[in-house]
């Protein structure tokens, strides 16, 4: 069993940044890939980035150079979040997978709004 645990979400203005971290509660070498999904309101949940190691990430297009995924030690997966948009409104979702199972945080809400 995994546990992950969101952070960082919160009400920022259009341009502003946050920083979403992921705790998991067993080290990420056990868990690939991991990756950050989201929901919109109303809409379906999607993906934004996803990192097997630091030679294998990738990103939605529409967050391209705006957001970064890294593993920040080996329990912790962050997202910084820059230049954000109203359309980045969502909840956030952790993931990993190991072996055939996917395991899923609470998620944390993000709004961009003025």
């Known amino acids: 069993q995994v546990q992950l645990v969101e952070s960082g979400g919160g009400l920022v203005q259009p341009g502003g940044s946050l920083r979403l971290s992921c705790a998991a509660s067993?080290?990420?070498?056990?868990?690939?890939?991991m990756a950050w999904y989201r929901q919109p309101p109303g809409k379906a949940r999607e993906l934004v980035a996803r990192i097997i190691n630091e030679d294998l990430i990738n990103y939605a297009d529409s967050v391209k150079g705006r957001f970064t995924i890294s593993r920040d030690n080996d329990n912790t997966v962050s997202l910084q979040m820059n230049s954000l948009k109203p359309d980045d409104t969502a909840v956030y979702y952790c993931?990993?997978?190991?072996?055939?199972?996917?395991?899923w945080g609470q998620g944390t809400q993000v709004t961009v709004s003025s």
């Open positions: 993931c990993g997978g190991m072996g055939s199972r996917t395991y």
């Open positions: 067993r080290s990420l070498s056990s868990l690939k890939p």
